[in-house]
């Protein structure tokens, strides 16, 4: 079949950039399927959720105001800056910020009602300082199970005053695990038992062990909070079974820019890499790397045009990138600028798209650009307050 490509004033979508769609509802889904996963409220059993890097990428303040309006009441994030903007979006939450507490900071997370996880002996003694003048204000206590990276050593703990950290209202402590993606990994058992043994020395304190991943290991890694991030956004929390148990959020598409008709063998894109059979058809898409769209996928990732699958072919560049469309025309799609692709969706998901490029579906996630039209389904409009007329 044999067709030239339609002029750009057929563009179909009215866009000329991707369009990136959330699916608040999969998402509030995800979020009750691990709250049930922790036995729920009536069980003693909470779950928090993560929302640092922007909510992965997908906007903080849309998801937490879902997952806030579905029942979570507490949220974690890495910076205080990302606490003061999540302040606004859910002013009743519990906002923890696993970055800590840096000197001189104390000041704004009282006034944004934020959390600190207290991450050493110093952060610990210097909040409980704070509060000595402010009044008793709300913290976790990170203890370092085995990861190396934040947090205090248990043996930390003879040397503060515990009596006055669990009195701290809302006092969570907490760890994280560094293995929770490998079932089986000894690393997992080890640090739920050195967690386990600090746990009695808060009674009053809620305990939080699991992320994602953790919340799919036994019971015993529960506890009290459980603190998901990935999971929630749809990506699989565990790899090692293969079949994904959260429901897909994201869905990405760029449109088509171009469709060329090639007729003897040429190369495509930057360096040559890739080189077209004597016939073919190459269809070029609005998004590259500075979109998110991994450079690692050149010749490597795939794309669904009209519901068929076309290899990325050539390198990814910054603003496009290059498929060969050749089978989808043959096949008899219809392919011509404005026609959307599909670059993540239920067929081809974060963790594939991942890897294609070699790296985890985080990375994949939190590299979204900013330049995507975002569409939110099942979005919490903001109560905005009545502007005055007075
Ligand atoms: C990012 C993070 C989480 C969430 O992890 P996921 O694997 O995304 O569920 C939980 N706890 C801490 C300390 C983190 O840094």
Redesign the pocket.
């Known amino acids: 079949m044999k067709r030239r490509a339609e002029p750009a004033s057929a563009v179909q979508t009215g866009e000329t950039a991707g369009l990136l769609t959330v699916d608040l509802d999969a998402l509030a889904a995800n979020w009750r399927m691990l709250r049930d996963r922790m036995g729920g409220p009536e069980a003693g059993g909470a779950c928090a959720a993560?929302v640092?890097a922007d909510g992965?990428g997908l906007g903080a303040v849309p998801v937490a105001r879902r997952l806030a309006a579905e029942g979570c009441t507490t949220f974690?994030v890495?910076h205080a800056e990302e606490g003061v903007e999540l302040r606004q979006a859910v002013p009743e939450a519990e906002v923890f910020v696993?970055n800590g507490l840096l000197p001189g900071t104390a000041p704004l997370y009282r006034r944004n009602r934020l959390a600190p996880c207290l991450n050493d002996p110093g952060q610990a003694g210097a909040w409980l300082e704070f509060c000595a003048d402010a009044g008793p204000l709300p913290a976790a206590l990170h203890i370092d199970t085995g990861m190396t990276r934040?947090g205090l050593d248990a043996e930390d703990l003879d040397a503060l005053d515990l009596g006055a950290l669990g009195a701290l209202p809302g006092l969570v402590v907490?760890s994280?695990l560094a293995c929770?993606d490998e079932l089986g990994h000894p690393l997992n058992r080890r640090q739920q038992a050195a967690f386990a043994a600090v746990r009695p020395r808060f009674p009053a304190a809620r305990a939080s062990l699991a992320?994602?991943?953790g919340l799919f290991l036994d019971d015993e890694f529960r506890f009290d909070l459980g603190?998901?991030?990935?999971?929630l956004y749809g990506?699989n929390?565990t790899p090692s079974a293969g079949i994904n148990p959260m429901q897909p959020v994201v869905r990405l598409q760029a449109p088509v820019l171009q469709v060329r008709e090639i007729r003897e063998r040429r190369t495509v894109g930057y360096g040559a890499t890739a080189e077209t059979a004597p016939s073919a058809w190459i269809a070029t898409l609005a998004a590259g790397y500075a979109d998110g769209y991994l450079r690692a996928m050149s010749n490597r990732g795939t794309v669904f045009i009209d519901g068929r699958a076309c290899p990325v072919t050539g390198r990814v560049s910054m603003d496009l990138l290059t498929v060969d469309v050749t089978e989808a025309v043959q096949a008899g799609s219809e392919i011509r600028p404005g026609t959307l692709a599909d670059l993540i969706d239920t067929r081809h998901t974060i963790d594939d798209v991942a890897g294609h490029a070699g790296t985890i579906g985080?990375e994949i996630l939190t590299s979204l650009g900013s330049r995507y039209r975002r569409r939110y389904l099942g979005e919490i409009e903001t109560a905005r307050p009545a502007q005055g007329s007075a």
């Open positions: 993560v640092k992965y974690f890495a696993l934040l907490m994280h929770a992320n994602s991943s603190r998901p991030g990935y999971a990506g929390p985080y």
